[in-house]
Each structure stands twice: as structure tokens, then as C-alpha cells.
């Protein structure tokens, strides 16, 4: 009686175009079969407890576009996975994937730790390889690294916002977006993404309007940017770069005499950059 209730619930539910199975297995309702978003499978999921008399409903649902899962709902999937270890939960995501290979961003406690994300990823199908950018050893704490993380995951998981041009380096847990996008309703869209990461307190929106950066001399700001966003402990919130025919001009303010000489360095490591004109002032704070 409750697997037909269930199984006709889940029918009725326009939401739901994948075909699911309703069993009964070691005392548990068991749900199979194959939809095509992450959506329709946790509709099923609620359906089935709302209505199961048991404690425990068992999944076995797999998410499908025509035979290959797709990169958004693969982001999503690999979110909710993680989610279901409160170690991991919110912490770690997919900061991109491409053709069935992950790059995972976020933090981690310890190296085992990351082992067993890589194993958990690698598990999940659609998933060919899983790739690890984490950091080790930052805790559980709301630390600007730790934000920055987060906020540039939420921003590459949205399918509506263009953010592989797109940095937020954060101090004192205000995130400050830098970049280009391509409409200002991705603009705004991005904001309320960093606005509802958990641990922000405050946003500063100074990304760009217009066309995605094409020229050399973009291009080469971007790299200088994705080069020191890998170096956690830098603080670039007052920092300015601009690349004119190969040449880069370093501005604003830093904490000290290590981080200026360090930014500088790194800038130069570029390819293609012919030089580098560090203009940077250690601030009096």
C-alpha cells in the first residue's frame, strides 16, 4: 500500500520526468532509477518520506542528461555528497569541471582528510577524475581564505554567472569582487551569491560591465590575478594591476615590505610580461 502511494505521488508530480522505482529493502523504502537533474531526485527523495511509514528511505537514484550527468548538476551532486560527512559539509566543491574531470576547491583539516574527498568524488558517476586545489590545515573557522573559497565556489556552481573572470579576495570577512562580467544583472546576480555565503559580512562590488577581457593585455592582468590568488596570504584588497603592451604597473597599498616585493615577484613569473614597475606603498595601518 505505501510503495503504490508513493510510486503514484511521485508519477503525479509534473517536476519529475525521470522514471523511479519504489521498493522495500531491509526495512527501508528504496528508491532507483534514473532522472536528469538533482532537483527531481530530492523531490522524490521528500516525496517518499512525507509519505513513508519507516524511518529510513534508501536512494539509489542516478542523475542523467541523455546518458551524461551535466557539469551543473554534477557541481550540485558532489555538494550534496560531501554535505552528508558534517566534517565536510560546506566546505569543500567543484571549482570547475569539464568533461567529466573535477577541480575540487575549499579547505580541509589534514592530508587524509583530502584522501578521502578524492576517494568520495571519484566514486560519483559522471566523475573520471577528480582533481585536488584544496587547502590543508585551515580548520573550520571563518578566515578570509576560507571565505574566498566558499564565495568563489557558490560563483562558479551558478550557471548564470560567467565567473572564471571573476576574484573576491576577502579581509575582515568583507569580500571585495573583482573582474568582468558580461551584463550588470550578473553583476548583481554575483553579489547576492558572495552576500549569501556564510561568514560574509559585507560585499564591495567592483566588477566590471562589458565584454569579457580578449586582448593581450587583459588576458595577462587576469593571469597576474589567478597567479596571486593561489597565495592565501597576501592581501590584495588595495592593490591595482595594469598591463600596457607587456608591461605591468603595480599600485596601491600593501601591509609590508615582504608582501609588495612577494606581489612583485610573483607578476613577474608571467609569461609574455615584459616588466614589472612595482609601484606598491606599504600602508600605515
Not at 555528497?81 to 567529466?100: E, M
Not at 556552481?157 to 579576495?169: L, S
Not at 593561489?230 to 600593501?254: E, Q
Amino acid at each position: 500500500m505505501i510503495i503504490s502511494k508513493i510510486d503514484a505521488e511521485i508519477a503525479l508530480e509534473p517536476s519529475i520526468k525521470g522514471r523511479i522505482d519504489v521498493g522495500i529493502w531491509q526495512g527501508k523504502i528504496r528508491l532507483s532509477g534514473v532522472v536528469h537533474t538533482l532537483e527531481e531526485k530530492q523531490l522524490a527523495e521528500d516525496i517518499a518520506r512525507q509519505i513513508s511509514e519507516f524511518e529510513a528511505v534508501e536512494s539509489d537514484i542516478t542523475i542523467e542528461t541523455d546518458g551524461v550527468p551535466t557539469e551543473v548538476d554534477l557541481a550540485k551532486l558532489i555538494r550534496t555528497v560531501l554535505a552528508t560527512d558534517p566534517s565536510l559539509a560546506g566546505r569543500v566543491g567543484a571549482k570547475r569541471i569539464s568533461k567529466g574531470v573535477v577541480i575540487l576547491g575549499g579547505n580541509v583539516d589534514s592530508r587524509a582528510m583530502e584522501e578521502r574527498v578524492l576517494e568520495i568524488v571519484s566514486e560519483i558517476k559522471g566523475i573520471k577524475r577528480a582533481i585536488s586545489h584544496l587547502k590543508i590545515g585551515l580548520g573550520k573557522d571563518t578566515r578570509d581564505v576560507t571565505i574566498t573559497n566558499a564565495v568563489e565556489l557558490a560563483l562558479h556552481e551558478d550557471k548564470d554567472v560567467h565567473a572564471e573572470f571573476i576574484g573576491a579576495p576577502c579581509k575582515d570577512r568583507v569580500v571585495t569582487l573583482k573582474g568582468w562580467v558580461p551584463s550588470p544583472r550578473q553583476k548583481e546576480k554575483a553579489e547576492r551569491i558572495a552576500s549569501g555565503v556564510f561568514g560574509v559580512r559585507g560585499v564591495k562590488n567592483l566588477l566590471a560591465v562589458g565584454t569579457i577581457p580578449s586582448s593581450e593585455d587583459e588576458v595577462l592582468e587576469k593571469k597576474i590575478w589567478s597567479a596571486l590568488g593561489k597565495k592565501g596570504h597576501l592581501n590584495l584588497i588595495d592593490v591595482k594591476i595594469t598591463v600596457i603592451d607587456g608591461i605591468a604597473f603595480l599600485d596601491g597599498l600593501v601591509d609590508n615590505v615582504e608582501q609588495r616585493d612577494a606581489i612583485g615577484q610573483i607578476a613577474r613569473t608571467i609569461p609574455a610580461i615584459k616588466e614589472v614597475n612595482n609601484n606598491l606603498v606599504v600602508a600605515s595601518r
